[in-house]
């Protein structure tokens, strides 16, 4: 605190103050003006992205969600929809009769139909086997 | 500037304003460029130096939070941008500085019957003297002079700016002091009057 107040006395000095206020009274300098107008561009240069940047957050962000939000609205409202086959309408019985047919057809093998299985599974009995034998 | 007047100019400034932003380099391109040139010693390094205390000062005026002065803030960019400076530069402080004849300002009191402050007039040489004599010493000296005696910063101010305590804000300006009324002295017994 005394060593405060001590430097205090002495930068109030008569000789301190007198070299304050040389220091003051030193002439100034100005910029020239061509360092101002490049001191302009660089302001403009600096504040363009920032302008850049604005129109990129108000206009092109919003646009971005709008974009996704439609892709996704078509994907729902479009998406395929699989052949309705527990209907009653004339396509799906169809269906029906034709995916029927593929299954048959996989279980029992090529070449036989729905009805020659049947009668295959019961077979007609034959009175004298030997009739048979006349087709040979 | 009315401070109500310069209020609203830091407002525009902060929301980009390049009107308003340059009308904030009108105010104050001289007293930093000034100081800059002072420190870097060199008029184009100085332009330059205040250049881009400009710029950085528009960049980050979104964040000026008003807590110091926008003089003070301003400063502080200038004086962190000078030591940038001098850093990649690699300069050392001068030999004028701390642990220098004058530390403990004894040898420079004014007793001295051939020192006459209110004789001292500022002529075109005495001039150049003083500008030598600033130029010599350590940048931490240089600093507080100029933010003292050239743009009347208080001490606290000067602290703030530095960041170091008021008392050693205080020691440098003595420092600083003494060494240019050795510098004058030396001027008006060898050269000026002689």
């Not at chain 1, 029927?100 to 093998?109: C, P, R």
């Not at chain 2, 400009?54 to 000078?82: E, H, K, P, Y």
Request: net charge negative; hydrophobic share 40%.
């Amino acid at each position: 605190m005394k060593d405060q107040n001590q430097v205090d006395e002495k930068l109030n000095s008569e000789g301190m103050r007198a070299i304050s206020e040389m220091v003051k009274g030193l002439p100034d300098d100005v910029p020239s003006m061509s360092w101002r107008s490049q001191l302009n561009e660089r302001i403009l240069a600096e504040a363009k992205p920032k302008k850049a940047f604005d129109l990129h957050r108000w206009l092109l962000r919003p646009a971005i969600g709008l974009g996704l939000a439609a892709a996704l609205a078509l994907v729902v409202v479009f998406r395929p929809i699989a052949p309705d086959t527990t209907g009653s309408s004339v396509e799906s019985l169809m269906i029906a009769t034709h995916q029927d047919d593929v299954n048959y057809a996989s279980v029992t093998g090529a070449g036989l139909s729905v009805d020659e299985m049947t009668e295959f599974s019961n077979p007609t009995p034959v009175a004298d086997p030997l009739l048979d034998l006349d087709v040979f | 500037m009315e401070a109500g007047a310069e209020e609203a100019l830091i407002e525009r400034c902060r929301r980009q304003d390049v009107e308003a932003f340059g009308k904030f380099v009108d105010a104050y391109q001289a007293r930093v460029y000034g100081f800059v040139k002072r420190m870097v010693s060199n008029a184009d390094e100085a332009a330059d130096v205040t250049q881009e205390v400009f710029i950085r000062a528009f960049q980050s005026f979104t964040r000026f939070d008003g807590r110091s002065s926008v003089r003070t803030w301003l400063f502080r960019i200038a004086n962190n941008l000078c030591i940038d400076r001098s850093r990649r530069l690699g300069r050392t402080p001068k030999a004028i500085g701390f642990g220098s004849d004058y530390e403990d300002g004894e040898e420079m009191e004014v007793s001295d019957s051939r020192w006459q402050p209110e004789s001292l007039a500022l002529d075109a040489e005495l001039i150049q003297v003083v500008e030598l004599g600033i130029a010599e010493m350590s940048e931490k000296l240089r600093m507080v002079l100029l933010l003292h005696d050239r743009e009347e910063m208080s001490y606290e101010e000067i602290a703030e700016t530095l960041s170091v305590p008021v008392g050693t804000v205080k020691s440098r300006l003595f420092l600083a002091r003494a060494h240019l009324q050795s510098v004058v002295k030396r001027y008006m017994t060898e050269g000026g009057n002689a």
